[in-house]
């Protein structure tokens, strides 16, 4: 396991959608996918987006903040498993979104079965139930993800203080 680089990672946001807009973690996890997108665009991470059958749980929020990125639609769980998923030879994923415990976890597990270093944010996963967020949690470590926390992964990609990313970034977390 290593530290976070711009040139390896890649950032996954998963079904931050509509429907899951009632459940208690959700407005922290798409103020944070949201932090994790805009950092991605400064320091010229590539991401993608899923969200599941958006015909029945409705669209990606408009808080997270889409501007561009690839939306991949999916009936799947794992969004490694869907059409048109791909990191394009990231070797490391950040991946946030919902549910913890359901299509996050699928995603985490699918990843590092492809041999990806997975890192979790856990202020960036949430689910409808607290004992499902931490099974989720838990579960995603003891396969070998990384989790931390949206400030700790941002600094690692950072690297230093002092840059204009750093300082571009740093108002996204104040």
Same mark, same amino acid.
């Given at each position: 396991? &290593?530290?976070? &680089?711009?040139?390896? $990672?890649?950032?996954?946001?998963?079904?931050?959608?509509?429907?899951?807009? #009632?459940?208690? &973690?959700?407005? @922290?996890?798409?103020?944070?996918?949201?932090? *994790?997108?805009?950092?991605?665009?400064?320091?010229?991470?590539?991401?993608?987006? /899923?969200?599941?059958?958006?015909?029945?749980? @409705?669209?990606?929020?408009?808080?997270?903040?889409?501007?561009?990125?690839?939306?991949?639609?999916?009936?799947?769980?794992?969004?490694?498993? $869907?059409?048109?998923? @791909? =990191?394009?030879?990231?070797?490391?994923?950040?991946?946030?979104?919902?549910?913890? !415990?359901?299509?996050? &976890?699928?995603?985490? !597990?699918?990843? =590092?079965?492809?041999?990806?270093?997975? !890192?979790? #944010?856990?202020?960036?996963?949430?689910?409808? !139930?607290?004992?499902?967020?931490?099974? @989720? *949690?838990?579960?995603?470590?003891?396969?070998?993800?990384?989790?931390?926390?949206?400030? /700790?992964?941002?600094?690692?990609?950072?690297?230093?203080?002092?840059?204009?990313?750093?300082?571009?970034?740093?108002?996204?977390?104040?």
């Amino acid at each position: 396991m &290593s530290l976070l &680089s711009r040139e390896n $990672a890649a950032l996954v946001v998963i079904d931050v959608q509509e429907s899951f807009r #009632p459940y208690d &973690s959700f407005a @922290g996890v798409a103020d944070a996918a949201a932090k *994790l997108l805009q950092a991605a665009r400064i320091l010229d991470i590539p991401a993608l987006v /899923s969200e599941q059958y958006p015909k029945g749980l @409705g669209a990606t929020v408009p808080e997270v903040g889409l501007d561009g990125e690839p939306v991949i639609e999916k009936s799947v769980f794992s969004a490694a498993r $869907a059409d048109g998923f @791909g =990191l394009n030879g990231r070797t490391q994923a950040i991946v946030c979104g919902l549910e913890t !415990h359901v299509c996050v &976890s699928q995603t985490v !597990h699918d990843l =590092l079965a492809q041999g990806v270093e997975v !890192h979790v #944010p856990a202020d960036a996963v949430g689910s409808r !139930h607290a004992v499902d967020y931490e099974r @989720g *949690l838990e579960r995603m470590e003891r396969a070998g993800a990384i989790v931390s926390t949206v400030e /700790s992964a941002l600094f690692e990609l950072l690297e230093r203080a002092g840059t204009p990313e750093f300082k571009a970034v740093q108002k996204l977390i104040i």
